[in-house]
């Protein structure tokens, strides 16, 4: 399932139209990449030779070549996550444009130590570019992570704050032993590998480069398969694939809660807007304020907070007396019974 080609004449000859689940590629970046040490100081003893860049002129018809290929092999509802700088960012989005992918996100990915300049501000980011394939429903895991409930640090939802596009991930440091120029952490490939596939999906790289999306996919259950220009960089790296075990990153996981708000997303009929409305004003007769009256309410009908926000918005506050003479209707509450089940 790996081949020492050029990903496009590859793709042709190796992968059958609506075969793979979902792409995450770091293509090259047109920017003479095999000279940067001479500009940034970099020490690359260690960096393995056999890089291979694209002509800057070359570029344009380059990338649309790989991502028609791209977009043939995605299965309907499949994802891709194309990983940029930004000189060549544009010719990107261009062949994007051209074909019938969808935009779903753009995405920043801030990391640490960026590239240090005097004259102009410092690079500290890449783009991720995320789109799919329209035909099926995408695979979209939003509780990959965190469940509908639960707090960050600051009280606020974890899921919302994982689940923005700005994304803050450290590179990782790579001490001794033979590495490729650019290698993707670990961290940002199963972000993107547990929200956009299921186990025993398969995940492709279009640019191996340090196999790290390969190894990283196989280690969370999935399948794999990707090309690699380079023969040193391909050598190097396929002879460590065996030794990969299928699932072994699972056990390192977290493994979130059960949500609660399982009702979210359900249409809220006549009665059930009766009965929030009703606990809600006794709820602010009882003292509560107006947030945590919405969130007492969230947990009790499992519903989200703008949902409950909606229902309630312009209720008058009432005596305890008075929703109490109120909310007395048993069928109303034999009604709410069979909304919580």
């Known amino acids: ?20 689940d979902l792409i995450i590629t770091d293509p090259p970046y047109g920017i003479a990449g095999d000279q940067l040490h001479k500009h940034y100081n970099r020490n690359e003893t260690k960096v393995l030779d056999g890089y291979i860049d ?28 194309i990983v940029s700088g ?28 960026g ?8 690079s500290s980011h890449y783009h991720i570019l995320y789109y799919v394939k329209p035909g ?31 994304w803050v991930i450290h590179r990782e440091y790579k001490h001794g032993g033979n590495k490729n120029k650019n290698q993707l952490p670990k961290a940002l490939l199963t ?13 492709c790289d279009f640019f191996l480069g340090s196999f790290s999306t390969a190894k990283i996919a196989i280690g969370l259950g999935r399948n794999a398969c990707g090309f690699e ?5 391909f050598d190097h790296h396929i002879s460590q694939m065996a030794s990969i075990e299928k699932s072994s990153l699972l056990d390192e996981l977290r493994i979130p809660p059960d949500n609660k708000l399982v009702n979210r997303g359900k249409r ?21 304020t107006k947030k945590n009256a919405i969130d007492e309410l969230s947990h009790d009908v499992g519903r989200g907070y703008w949902s409950i926000l909606k229902t309630v918005d312009g209720t008058t506050n009432k005596s305890n007396g008075a929703v109490k003479q109120k909310i007395k209707s048993n069928e109303l509450f034999r009604l709410f019974k069979e909304i919580k089940k």
Not at 139 to 149: G, I, R, V
Not at 229 to 233: E, V
Not at 275 to 284: E, F, G, S, T
Request: charge should be neutral.
């Open 115 to 122: 590239v240090h300049t005097s004259l102009k501000y410092i």
């Open 268 to 288: 809220l009929c006549k009665a059930e807007k009766e009965i929030i409305r009703q606990k809600y004003a006794v709820l602010i007769a009882s003292g509560l």
């Open 1 to 20: 399932m790996f081949y020492n080609c050029d990903c496009i004449d590859g793709a042709r000859k190796y992968l059958g139209d609506n075969t793979v």
């Open 136 to 166: 099926a429903r995408p695979t979209f895991n939003t509780y990959a992570f965190y469940s509908d409930t639960e707090k960050n640090a600051i009280g606020g939802s974890a899921n919302y704050k994982d689940r923005e596009d700005v």
């Open 86 to 113: 930004y000189t060549q960012l544009r010719h990107i989005l261009n062949a994007l444009a051209d074909t019938g992918l969808e935009e779903v996100n753009h995405i920043i990915w801030k990391y640490n130590f």
């Open 191 to 203: 972000k993107m590998i547990l929200y956009s596939s299921n186990p025993d999906d398969l995940v």
């Open 54 to 81: 694209v002509p800057h002129g070359e570029y344009p018809e380059f990338t649309r070549e790989w991502i028609k290929e791209a977009e043939r092999v995605l299965k309907p509802g499949g994802s891709l996550y």
């Open 229 to 233: 220009k380079s023969g040193p960089a």
